[in-house]
C-alpha cells in the first residue's frame, strides 16, 4: 500500500510540473530581410540603407530566460501578406544564411555566441555577412532591452562569432561585450 501511495504521490507531482511550466508572451526583434518587397531603401538600426531591418513579433515562449529568449530570435518567420505575388517563404536571415545563436548564463552574464561555420548567404539576399550579423546584434540588444526594462539589476552580454575561417576572419571585430540596464535599475 505505501509502494501505490508513492507511485500515485510521484505521477501526481509530475502532473503538477507539466501543468507548472510558464509561458510567457514577449516582444522578440528579429533580423529580416525585405527581399522579394519594394523596401530596398529602408535605413537600418545599423546607420546604413539594406534591404533588411530590425523588427519585433510576439511570442509565447517557455524555458531558462533569458536564454530562450535570445535563442529566438532565430525562429522561422515567414511575413504575413495580403498581395498574391509575395512568395517568400522565410524572412529572418539568421534562419536563411543559416547562422546559428545559442545563449548561455554565467556568473559573469549572458554569453551569446553566434555561430557562422554553415553560413551562406542566398544569392537573393543582398547583404554580406558582416551587415547580417550587426543587425543581428541590434535585434539581440532590443529583444534584451525589452525584456530587461522591468527588472532591478543590470544584464552583462558578450557577444561572439564562432565558426570563423579565413575568409571569415574579419567577423571577429564583431565580438562586442555590453550591459543592458533594467528599467528599475537607474532609479
Same mark, same amino acid.
Given at each position: 500500500?505505501?509502494?501505490?501511495?508513492a507511485t500515485?504521490f510521484i505521477?501526481?507531482?509530475q502532473?503538477?510540473? %507539466? &501543468?507548472?511550466t510558464? %509561458?510567457?508572451?514577449? /516582444?522578440?526583434? *528579429?533580423p529580416?530581410?525585405l &527581399?522579394?518587397? !519594394?523596401? #530596398? *531603401?529602408?535605413?537600418? #538600426? @545599423?546607420?546604413?540603407?539594406?534591404?533588411a531591418?530590425?523588427?519585433?513579433?510576439p511570442?509565447?515562449?517557455t524555458?531558462a530566460?533569458p536564454e530562450a529568449?535570445?535563442?529566438s530570435i532565430r525562429s /522561422?518567420?515567414?511575413?504575413?501578406?495580403?498581395?498574391p505575388k509575395y512568395?517568400?517563404?522565410?524572412?529572418n536571415?539568421?534562419?536563411?544564411?543559416?547562422?546559428?545563436?545559442?545563449?548561455?548564463?554565467?556568473?559573469?552574464g549572458?554569453v551569446?555566441?553566434? #555561430?557562422v561555420?554553415?553560413m551562406?548567404i /542566398?544569392p537573393d539576399v #543582398?547583404l554580406?555577412a558582416?551587415?547580417?550579423?550587426?543587425?543581428a546584434?541590434?535585434?539581440?540588444r532590443? @529583444?534584451? *532591452?525589452?525584456?530587461?526594462a522591468p527588472q !532591478?539589476?543590470p544584464l !552583462?552580454?558578450r557577444f561572439t562569432v564562432?565558426?570563423t575561417n579565413e575568409?571569415?576572419?574579419?567577423l571577429?571585430?564583431?565580438n562586442?561585450?555590453f550591459t543592458?540596464?533594467?528599467?528599475a535599475?537607474g532609479?
Amino acid at each position: 500500500m505505501k509502494k501505490m501511495a508513492a507511485t500515485v504521490f510521484i505521477l501526481a507531482l509530475q502532473v503538477i510540473c %507539466i &501543468h507548472a511550466t510558464t %509561458i510567457m508572451v514577449v /516582444p522578440v526583434f *528579429e533580423p529580416l530581410s525585405l &527581399h522579394g518587397t !519594394d523596401g #530596398d *531603401e529602408a535605413i537600418s #538600426d @545599423t546607420g546604413e540603407a539594406l534591404q533588411a531591418c530590425v523588427m519585433a513579433r510576439p511570442m509565447a515562449l517557455t524555458g531558462a530566460f533569458p536564454e530562450a529568449l535570445v535563442e529566438s530570435i532565430r525562429s /522561422p518567420h515567414r511575413i504575413p501578406t495580403n498581395h498574391p505575388k509575395y512568395e517568400v517563404q522565410e524572412t529572418n536571415l539568421l534562419v536563411l544564411a543559416n547562422i546559428g545563436i545559442e545563449a548561455e548564463m554565467t556568473t559573469g552574464g549572458l554569453v551569446v555566441t553566434m #555561430d557562422v561555420s554553415n553560413m551562406a548567404i /542566398p544569392p537573393d539576399v #543582398d547583404l554580406t555577412a558582416r551587415q547580417i550579423l550587426k543587425l543581428a546584434i541590434v535585434a539581440l540588444r532590443k @529583444t534584451l *532591452e525589452a525584456y530587461q526594462a522591468p527588472q !532591478d539589476h543590470p544584464l !552583462d552580454v558578450r557577444f561572439t562569432v564562432t565558426g570563423t575561417n579565413e575568409n571569415k576572419s574579419g567577423l571577429f571585430e564583431l565580438n562586442v561585450g555590453f550591459t543592458v540596464r533594467g528599467g528599475a535599475a537607474g532609479s
